[in-house]
């Protein structure tokens, strides 16, 4: 699988929220996205998704320009596409099965869905997801009733229902304490490496980028100003990317659960029980 992006631009009023961005993946990789927020990234991955038209530019899959789709043809993309939000956006007094089958809304009838009269099969495979992300006692349960970090592998649980080529992770662990955002990420990762899914998550955090991603881009004002391995995102280009001076500082960033104070800990694993 290959994706082009080629000078793609989204222009609200007078600014431009990605301003002529262009990078090729050959490979269906993890790949991260950092930058403060406002640089972009998010309007980037609705514009992949097509919940966002580009002003500019074309994305290619395949050699298939998908920001030219429409009508059935866009749905279909959409299904290849799935997303991942900052708040999961899951609905909250529906029990946690029938939220991961919601994934085949695009593919099932309106009265399927209305009443919940989902095939035999498609039961089944949600619950074998959910058993996969280690979540299917969680099964009957109201999605309000479980953790911020278990609704999030919810989500993520959903988006493997439609069977996509592509994950987009919009701050997958924004809202989550450090303990949940680990389970997150190691479950994207494990996805992309079992599954040969293609990941592409924006990420607040140098070292999640670090320690998950091949591949890491750096925005700032709506332009990519870094693109490279994670190895080469050091102190000085995460200072390019997030517009910083000398005194910026990782630890202000950090996810890790190491970077915690004792006391801080105990409260997160407190909240994870």
Request: hydrophobic fraction near 40%; proline fraction near 3%.
């Amino acid at each position: 699988m290959q994706l082009q992006v080629e000078n793609v631009s989204k222009i609200f009023g007078s600014k431009a929220a990605v301003d002529n961005i262009s990078f090729t993946l050959d490979r269906p990789g993890f790949i991260g996205i950092i930058g403060r927020s406002g640089a972009g990234k998010s309007t980037f991955l609705r514009m992949l998704n097509r919940l966002s038209d580009a002003s500019a530019g074309r994305i290619l899959v395949d050699g298939t320009d998908i920001l030219a789709l429409k009508g059935a043809d866009k749905r279909a993309w959409q299904s290849q596409c799935a997303m991942v939000f900052q708040q999961f956006n899951l609905v909250p007094r529906m029990d946690v099965a029938s939220n991961v089958l919601h994934g085949l809304l695009n593919r099932r009838g309106t009265l399927t869905t209305l009443f919940n009269l989902w095939p035999e099969s498609d039961i089944t495979r949600a619950l074998e997801i959910l058993d996969r992300l280690g979540i299917a006692e969680q099964a009957p349960k109201r999605a309000e009733a479980l953790s911020g970090g278990q609704q999030q592998r919810v989500a993520i649980a959903r988006a493997l229902m439609q069977d996509p080529r592509i994950i987009l992770a919009d701050e997958p662990i924004a809202s989550l304490d450090p303990m949940n955002a680990q389970i997150v990420m190691d479950t994207l990762h494990r996805i992309h490496t079992e599954d040969g899914r293609m990941v592409i998550a924006n990420l607040h955090t140098l070292d999640t980028a670090r320690r998950y991603c091949d591949r890491v881009i750096g925005m700032r004002d709506g332009r990519i100003v870094f693109d490279g391995t994670p190895e080469q995102l050091t102190t000085g280009a995460a200072r390019d990317i997030y517009g910083a001076d000398a005194s910026f500082s990782e630890s202000a960033t950090s996810t890790a659960i190491e970077a915690l104070e004792p006391d801080t800990r105990y409260a997160a694993a407190m909240l994870n029980d």
